[in-house]
């Protein structure tokens, strides 16, 4: 189905130059920056428990440092998920 996925730890600290309620919409953006340039595709897709995290957290604090999973489709699009994250295809293998 897919490329081998790449474990990446981002070091989000940039994010906390935005102003305080712009700061989990910078930390994503740098994500989506980061996950373009490591896998060299323009389509990137964030996974929603990306998103939970950085907004049950307030937009105000978003984690400093987070661990995720590069995952290439077919489709010339990524896929970002948690470190720990896995997908119901993964689970049903298992």
């Given at each position: 189905?897919?490329?081998?996925?790449?474990?990446?730890?981002?070091?989000?600290?940039?994010?906390?130059?935005?102003p305080?309620?712009?700061?989990?919409?910078?930390?994503?953006?740098?994500?989506?920056?980061?996950?373009?340039?490591?896998?060299?595709?323009?389509?990137?897709k964030?996974?929603?428990e990306?998103?939970?995290?950085?907004?049950?957290?307030?937009?105000?604090?978003?984690?400093?440092?987070?661990?995720?999973?590069?995952?290439?489709?077919?489709?010339?699009?990524?896929?970002?998920?948690?470190?720990?994250?896995?997908?119901?295809?993964?689970?049903?293998?298992?």
């Open positions: 189905m897919s490329q081998l996925p790449k474990k990446v730890t981002l070091n989000l600290r940039d994010a906390y130059r935005a305080k309620l712009r700061r989990a919409r910078r930390a994503l953006n740098i994500i989506k920056e980061k996950a373009k340039r490591i896998a060299k595709v323009e389509r990137v964030i996974s929603d990306i998103s939970r995290l950085f907004h049950s957290r307030s937009v105000e604090r978003p984690p400093k440092k987070v661990t995720l999973l590069i995952e290439r489709n077919e489709e010339d699009e990524v896929v970002v998920r948690l470190g720990g994250e896995t997908t119901a295809e993964q689970s049903s293998n298992q």
